[in-house]
């Protein structure tokens, strides 16, 4: 049978197959689409820059020859211990509860072979996680589930999360199929329940109130923790001035195409900004504090390919992080199981229902059975794997570049493809000087 | 630090008039006594956050925010007023406040007791994970909000809001409730609640109240009527 367009039928750009799907979905059940994953509409993205490489007027390392180093401090700012990491790319954070505890030994397994760091997430520390992660980045977040001053000294760094890319302002969420004995236990909640964390923290407000708060995290742990705060992409400029002022080591900046594990459709799809036009807001705000480079600066937010981590950090990120990507990297979303998704209602390669629990990956799940599909061991050395490609491919382009390392790249490596791009950049348009809207002079 | 021979056991005197409270918070998580007194808080924040042992603190004065806070297995005493967050996220031990509290008081705790023998601020026992929270006099306003577990007992009034979004936490008021929050409901009041009541009024030192029935019995209990629990359109309302 004829496809419809080969029989001349038009889709409405307005009401395309996915917005149809929505409002019958909405007739039909009276509740909104909640789901995982993060924004899927088209963004202006790292995608949309070029590096322009060396010629004459910039000189080229040899591509597998000359050193190009890719080592990071992160909390090296107010005598804690910092977090040396060996390459750019971190692993994001995301909850035993979300994940699997198989997944989150993975995440362990893959970062720690590469040498860099995981994330705990809104759901407390495990035993799995801490024992497989050499360098663990616990989180506080508003709900505070399994939150433990013994943790909290464990830890080689703490995250105090105001938001995240695919929700800002919004709380946490798991629903009921995920809040097994194990979660519920860790989180002191019923079993089963649809869990609706608070969104704002429970015992501050405000900017003065952190860097209270960040005071007391530093006297519990004995200042010796590096404190990272963690903000959802929707006024970074403002944000980062806050957190720095609030006295934070890093902070972490997380675009709207960040993942989540659930959350409203809505909500992913229509608060927050894109990464691209976050990042050089929040690099303004630290040069102009004359933080830049010390207070570092981690980006996420649909991170793909070494690419997006080097034109990340030619923007003035110190690094970047990995959600959905790194889960995609253990197995997710694998055409092995594509009949699988099939039955779900989805397809391998767009399986989005991480709320749901029925993962056939066994990442997104706390189904024992389907959980016990995914091999930790295999699952990280494929994560590790990927991370070592990522550090491979920045470096290819940070030698062309003329880098010895990552850090070095910069704004002017940089052209732009698009007005858009352009413009929330400041990158100029490739073949012109031109930055649309004023370049860098946001506040 | 001055250290003094006081009854049995070497106390030692930390003065935060002249010594800051990083001396005093390193030297209560490396103890090299059981008891300590502070003078002179002046409002200082964080003091005696993150005590982790069987330490008797007591402070002579009133706090900023977070003194005590995350509290484990330490029984400290503060001979004043607390500012918010006192005891937050506390996993055990005893907190005592002779004053009043600010806002926020023992929010997230997991553990311990929570003793405030003046009146508490907004949000007390936001987000309660298992604590016990007495206040001798009144809440404000959203006491016991997200509340998980752990029970709360107010000897005076509560403020609009109690119990929002609560989950199993047990909260005891004496005197007048405002608005109840969403979800939250008054229970009946059996005698297992009695004892536990007078159980809690009597490990927080409230023996007077704990041992007359008629003070025993104005409380009433307020706890989740459970139906926020999962999703349901029907609610939308409600929340």
Redesign the interface.
């Given at each position: 049978m004829r496809s419809p367009e080969d029989r001349g039928l038009r889709e409405s750009a307005t009401y395309d197959r996915a917005a149809i799907a929505a409002i019958q979905h909405a007739a039909d059940t009276g509740v909104y689409d909640i789901r995982g994953w993060g924004a899927k509409r088209p963004l202006p993205h790292f995608d949309d820059l070029l590096f322009l490489g060396s010629s004459m007027s910039r000189y080229p390392l040899e591509g597998y020859r000359e050193r190009c180093d890719t080592d990071v401090v992160l909390g090296d700012l107010h005598e804690a211990d910092p977090i040396h990491i060996d390459i750019p790319v971190t692993i994001a954070g995301m909850s035993f509860g979300a994940l699997s505890a198989q997944a989150k030994e993975a995440l362990g397994r893959g970062a720690s072979a590469v040498g860099t760091s995981t994330t705990t997430g809104d759901g407390g520390m495990t035993d799995e996680e801490r024992g497989h992660s050499d360098k663990l980045v616990y989180q506080l977040l508003p709900s505070r589930y399994g939150m433990n001053p013994d943790h909290l000294r464990a830890a080689d760094a703490l995250e105090v999360v105001l938001g995240q890319g695919a929700k800002p302002g919004g709380g946490g969420m798991l629903l009921g199929q995920k809040i097994t004995e194990r979660v519920a236990g860790m989180r002191t909640l019923p079993v089963g329940i649809d869990q609706r964390s608070a969104c704002r923290h429970p015992d501050w407000t405000g900017p003065d109130d952190l860097a209270i708060k960040i005071h007391e995290l530093r006297e519990i742990t004995d200042w010796q923790k590096p404190v990272f705060v963690k903000i959802g992409a929707s006024r970074p400029y403002y944000d980062v001035k806050l957190a720095v002022a609030a006295g934070a080591d890093v902070v972490v900046l997380d675009g709207m195409q960040g993942g989540t594990a659930a959350t409203q459709e809505v909500f992913i799809e229509h608060v927050g900004i894109p990464i691209l036009a976050a990042l050089p807001q929040a690099v303004q705000a630290l040069q102009e504090l004359d933080m830049h480079r010390k207070v570092k600066l981690i980006a996420s937010g649909g991170i793909r390919n070494g690419a997006d981590v080097a034109k990340a950090l030619a923007l003035g990120a110190d690094a970047v992080s990995i959600g959905t990507a790194a889960l995609i990297a253990l197995g997710d979303n694998d055409p092995q199981y594509a009949e699988e998704y099939e039955l779900l209602g989805s397809a391998a390669g767009y399986y989005d229902d991480f709320q749901d629990g029925r993962d056939p990956a066994g990442i997104t799940t706390q189904d024992p059975r389907l959980a016990a599909r995914l091999d930790p061991v295999a699952a990280g050395h494929r994560l590790a794997n990927y991370l070592r490609v990522l550090t491979l491919e920045a470096q290819t382009l940070a030698r062309a570049c003329g880098k010895s390392h990552l850090l070095h790249l910069e704004p002017e490596d940089l052209v732009a493809l698009t007005v858009e791009a352009a413009a929330m950049s400041r990158i100029p348009l490739a073949g012109t000087s031109w930055v649309p809207g004023g370049g860098r002079d946001f506040g | 630090m001055e250290t003094l021979n006081e009854t049995l056991q070497e106390t030692i005197t930390f003065d935060l008039g002249t010594e800051g409270?990083?001396d005093l918070?390193?030297e209560l998580?490396a103890p090299t006594a059981r008891r300590y007194r502070v003078k002179n808080p002046l409002g200082a924040?964080?003091v005696a956050?993150?005590v982790?042992g069987d330490l008797e603190i007591l402070i002579e004065g009133d706090v900023?925010?977070?003194c005590a806070?995350?509290n484990?297995d330490g029984r400290i005493t503060v001979e004043g007023s607390a500012g918010?967050?006192v005891a937050?996220?506390m996993?055990s031990g005893v907190v005592r406040i002779r004053g009043n509290a600010s806002?926020?008081a023992g929010?997230?705790a997991?553990g311990g007791l929570l003793v405030i023998e003046g009146n508490a601020s907004t949000?007390c026992g936001?987000?309660l994970?298992?604590a016990d929270i007495v206040v001798g006099g009144d809440i404000g306003a959203m006491g016991a909000?997200?509340a998980?577990?752990g029970r709360i007992v107010v000897c005076g009034d509560a403020g609009d809001g109690l119990g929002d979004s609560i989950?199993?936490a047990r909260v005891y008021v004496r005197g007048e409730v405002g608005a109840l929050g969403a979800d939250c409901i008054e229970k009946d009041m059996g005698p297992e609640h009695r004892a536990e009541l007078k159980e809690l009024l009597t490990r927080a030192g409230m023996t007077e109240g704990a041992d007359d029935p008629a003070y025993l019995g104005r409380f009433r209990r307020y706890g989740s009527a459970r139906t926020l629990?999962?999703?349901n359109?029907?609610h939308s309302g409600r929340y």
């Open positions: - | 409270v990083r918070n390193a998580h924040h964080a956050a993150g982790d900023g925010y977070y806070g995350m484990q918010p967050g937050e996220n996993m806002q926020s929010a997230t997991h949000r936001i987000s994970k298992g909000f997200m998980q577990a989950f199993e629990y999962h999703f359109s029907d």
